[in-house]
Structure formats: structure tokens, C-alpha cells
């Protein structure tokens, strides 16, 4: 590896896992049609609402008879609603192997106090063991582990006929993988993920079985009003009707309509994921050629499209100490930021010492292809000035 510095560099050098980079071509001026100045709740400011919920429901192909919400706190606002909401009525199996699945984790075991659950866990780049869910309970589990790079391959080990509820974290996975909704009864999501938008707002999918279980059954803890979903018994309809429980930004959802526009004219949904899987796959051959760095993954029909998370192979990196490791990592981050080559790539505080690369949908594969070089120069800079000088 030499010490030549690249030619090129990506155009945009937004590589940052949330929030993530904007859609191509996007600038204020996208916003122009925000709703600024007016209440969420006029005529007008409704009809935007209901368009994100219209337009989130045809792009994503959701089934009839499920229903889409805005709801407040990104996604963690999404999947703690529907933890809040709906988990007391049966044991939970608990899935988790990266720091979200970890949190919702010790939501259920400390917070709502449900110490019957079962928890199946895994090492950083690992999956659990999915053929030992019991699908009579409650399932909580994470789409995609952005911390990890950890995905679950397809849903087929989630069975249709099922007692319990299944709720997912889908955040970096929607509109980047193919989410089956029908083995699915919560789908949790941020629109500042995948498709670049701004933060603080999640969406929130319920299947009917979902919708029903909200009805009959109430949980033995008091629920915030920012996430109750129930009112006297009855689901709160207007929640899934652009009625918001707190007051959106309409900047934010003018945003993420531009958002769900831009998905429309390149393609719709499959466009999204073949975007997603160009850069992904760029990133693969580079790290079949490379010397010094591997997928956290171990295996490969588990390896994320969207947040691909990477560690040092390099037995001279490898034989150092963490502490030496993160060093490293944290050097390479800081040559790219300073040669203006790449934001916001080094790997979770909590996840093993490596670096993170998004692929979301909003990622040109021509900026990753520009990116790899330039981690090639830097990782050489990094190892020369910490290890060998």
C-alpha cells in the first residue's frame, strides 16, 4: 500500500449513519413548500400529514388493513410506543445483538419489568439462534443492526399463523430491504435513515392483529401521553389519520415528502434497494482484495446493505490492544474529515474498533467507489504514525 494520496474524492462525502445524507440533488429550496408559520392542525397542515402517511403506504407496498402513524422521537420514540403500548400480556423473546436490540433489551427487563421474557443474544457481527423464537409469546427483534452490520436475511423463520405479536425495529432497513410486512405486526422506522431526511420524527406500522390487541388489552403500567395510542379502549384513530400527539415540524415532513418524491421519480422501492445494493456490493469486492479489513460479519447472507460495518484484519492492528485499535480507527476518521474525503466513519463508541460506512438509498455508489481509496491512504497514514513510527 503506498503513501500516494488519491486524485479523486467523492462528490459528497456524507457517509454518516444517521442522521444520513440527503437525497442527490437536494437543497433548501426543496423546502419552499414548507408549511411554516401554520398550525399542524389547519386544514392544509393536515392534508401534508396525510400525503407522508398516503405516500409512505403506496411506496413501501403495505398491506390493506395496516396502519401508518407519525409519532414523535425518531424511531426510538416508534419502538418504545409500541413496547409501552403493547408487551405485557405474554412473555417476550427478546432478540438483540447490537446496542439497539441491547436497549430494547433492558427496556422490557427494567422498565416494564416483564422478567419472564427470554432473551437471545449475540456477539457483535453474529446473529442469534432464530429457530428457538417461540412464536406463542411476544417477539421483539431489530431489522438491521446498525451498530453491528448485522441484518436478518428474510423473514422466513417468523411463521404467519402466530399467538404472539412480532414487533420490529426496521429503521435501516426500510426502503433499503425488502421488509415482509405480512410476518410482521409493528414496524418501527425514521425517515432520517434511508431516505436522508431530518430528525426527530419515527413512523409507526401496525398490523390489525396489533390494532385489535391495542383494544383489548391494557397494560398494568401508566403510558405517557406522547405515546398512548388508546383512548378509553379505542385506538386513537386520528394518530394514523395525520393527527399527530405532539406537534410535528413541517419543515421535517416537507423534507420527507420531497423524500418520497425523489423515491417516486427514481423508481419507487426497488429502485431504492438496488441503489442501497450497488454500493454495498463496491464495498464487498474491495474488501475481498484488501489485506487490512473485514466485514464484522461473519456471514455473509447476514451482512447489511445500508450500514456496513467494518474491523481491522491486519495481524500488526490486530495484535494491538483496543485502545490502541480505536486509535487507529479514530486517525483514519480524522485524515478523511481533513482531507475532505469522507464524514462520520468510524464505528459505534459501543461496537468493536473498525469503521462504518452508510449505503442508504441517498448514496451515490460512485462516491463509495471514490471513498475506498482514500481509506486505503488513510488506514496506511494511521498504521505508519501509531504502530510503526
Known sequence: MNDIKPNIKPECINFSS???????????????GALLGRSHRSKKGK????????????????????KVGIVAGSDTGAIEMAMWNLLGSKPVEILAWEVFGNDWKKDILEQLKLTNSNTHTAEFGEAPDFSKINFDNDVIFTWNGTTSGVKVPNADWIPLERKGLVLCDATSAVFAQKVEWDKLDVITFSWQKVLGGEAAHGIIVLSPKALKHLEKFSPKWPIPKIFRLTKSNKVIDGIFKGETLNTPSMLCVEDYLDALNWVRKIGGLEACINRANSSFNLIKDWVGDSDFIEFLCSEPSNRSNTSVCLMFSDPRVVNQNEEKQREIAKKIGTLLENEGAAYDIVNHRSAPPGLRIWTGATVEASDVKALLPWINWAYNQAVNEIILS
Not at 444517521?18 to 419552499?32: A, H
Not at 401534508?48 to 395496516?66: A, F, H, R
Open 47 to 66: 392534508e401534508k400529514l396525510q400525503k407522508s402517511i398516503d405516500d409512505t403506504i403506496e411506496l413501501l407496498e403495505i398491506p390493506d388493513g395496516y
Open 18 to 32: 444517521g442522521p444520513c445524507t440527503k437525497r442527490p440533488g437536494w437543497s433548501v429550496n426543496s423546502l419552499d
